[in-house]
């Protein structure tokens, strides 16, 4: 997808082992997200970012920190994977609106191509 | 709180015929709402959006949607399917009023698997 990529694009790894996702964006957007997306689920909001070092909780977040030190950078970790967190995960990005200090302009996000992650 | 029902998990159809995918949802406040696909082992993509003005709204690939205030509706529909409409499709809402915080938060349904047949 144009303008945003997640690293890496498959992974498989051992349960309690530590794990860290990276979703990068050339667009300079203020607003990023992660998502993961499982069957019968649809995609339910991990973590989200609306600058840097501005980050807040989404609907599915124990289990999972982010950080982001930088406009393009945002990092999702799994500090001990466990089997329930085996998924797809989704990076997306959206634009500020120019006219409100911290609204996001609602033009729909961009998603990157995701992160499948396997936990054996 | 803000939700999205997606009637029908699956639809199965035959190619050229018509077809009508249905997204009900439920706020407190305006909204504006959404529509994406995702082809298998991709990303969403946006599909159409609306955001104001005329409730019925056009997309890519010939797809289009109608709002419906009173029914907090917003069904996608297409006339004529193509075995490459296959795919994954997934609606979405978020409020009007967006200053922060997780107000502005795409709230996503659980997902529409539309299967074109020859």
């Known amino acids: 997808d144009a303008g945003i990529t997640q690293s890496p694009r498959h992974k498989v790894t051992e349960t309690g082992t530590p794990v860290t996702l990276r979703c990068h964006q050339t667009?300079?957007?203020?607003?990023m997200y992660w998502y993961r997306q499982d069957p019968g689920h649809g995609l339910r909001l991990i973590h989200y970012s609306y600058g840097v070092k501005d980050t807040d909780k989404g609907e599915v977040s124990d289990g999972y920190s982010v950080s982001r030190s930088k406009t393009e950078d945002f990092l999702l970790t799994l500090e001990s994977a466990t089997s329930s967190q085996t998924s797809v995960y989704f990076c997306?990005?959206?634009?500020?609106?120019?006219?409100?200090?911290?609204?996001?302009?609602?033009?729909?996000?961009?998603f990157g191509s995701g992160t499948r992650l396997t936990v054996v | 709180a803000q939700s999205v029902t997606q009637l029908d998990s699956q639809v199965p159809v035959f190619e050229e015929a018509p077809v009508e995918l249905r997204c009900n949802y439920s706020s407190s406040v305006s909204v504006y709402l959404f529509w994406y696909v995702q082809y298998p082992n991709q990303g969403l993509q946006l599909l159409l959006k609306y955001l104001s003005g005329s409730t019925l709204v056009k997309g890519i690939n010939g797809f289009e949607a109608e709002f419906n205030k009173s029914q907090t509706s917003f069904h996608l529909r297409k006339p004529s399917v193509h075995i490459s409409d296959t795919a994954e499709y997934f609606c979405a809402v978020s409020d009007q009023m967006n200053y922060g915080g997780s107000q502005g938060n795409l709230i996503f349904g659980k997902g529409t698997k539309l299967s074109v047949k020859p």
């Open positions: 667009e300079n957007h203020r607003y």
């Open positions: 997306a990005i959206s634009e500020q609106d120019p006219g409100k200090v911290h609204a996001r302009r609602n033009y729909g996000y961009t």
